[in-house]
C-alpha cells in the first residue's frame, strides 16, 4: 500500500506492506534509529512516538495507520528551544540525571513532551501517571520525575 506520512515535519511517500509496524517504517525505511524496538507488546514503551502529538506506541501501530498523519519521533524533538539545540525537556533530564542506559529514554522524552504540551504544569502524581506506560529498567523513576519537573518550570520556554 502507498501511505504518505508526515514525520519531524517532512513528508514522506513509501510503499510499504500493510502488516508493517510504524516502529519498523521509522527505523528501517526512514533511518530513525531514536525510536527503539523492545517488546513488540505494548508493555515496555520504548517504542512511543508522538502521532498527531499524542503518544503512541509504535510497536503496536501499524504504519499504514499512520497514513495522513504526523508523526514525531525524538530526531524531531531537538532543536525547539533555540538556545543548545536542545528540548527543554532534553536539557531536564540531562541536568537532572533522569536517564541511565537511554534504552526507555526516547520514549520518556515524548511522553514527557507530549504531557507538558497539555498540561505545563503537572503534579507528581500525573507525571507519575503519564509515564506508567513506560518501562525503566535502570532508574527507580525519581530523576525522571524530577527532570519533567524541572522542565515544566522552564514553562517560558517549552514549545509544542
Request: hydrophobic fraction near 35%; charged fraction near 20%; glycine fraction near 10%.
Amino acid at each position: 500500500m502507498q501511505i504518505t506520512v508526515t514525520v519531524n515535519g517532512a513528508e514522506y511517500t513509501r510503499d510499504v506492506e500493510p502488516r508493517l509496524l510504524l516502529v519498523h517504517f521509522l527505523r528501517d525505511e526512514l533511518g530513525l534509529t531514536g525510536t527503539h524496538w523492545g517488546c513488540d507488546t505494548s508493555n515496555c514503551g520504548v517504542c512511543v512516538v508522538l502521532l498527531d502529538g499524542l503518544p503512541a506506541k509504535s510497536c503496536t501501530v501499524l504504519a499504514v495507520m499512520a497514513d495522513g498523519h504526523e508523526v514525531r519521533t525524538v530526531e524531531g524533538l531537538a532543536g525547539t528551544d533555540g538556545s543548545d539545540g536542545l528540548d527543554p525537556v532534553q536539557r531536564a533530564f540531562s541536568d537532572m540525571h533522569g536517564l541511565q542506559c537511554g534504552f526507555c529514554t526516547p520514549g520518556m522524552l515524548l511522553t514527557s513532551r507530549a504531557l507538558l504540551d497539555r498540561n505545563p504544569d503537572p503534579s507528581e502524581a500525573e507525571i507519575r501517571e503519564a509515564i506508567s506506560g513506560q518501562v525503566c529498567r535502570c532508574t527507580g523513576y525519581e530523576n525522571i520525575v524530577r527532570a519533567v519537573r524541572a522542565a515544566a518550570e522552564r514553562a517560558g520556554t517549552v514549545t509544542s
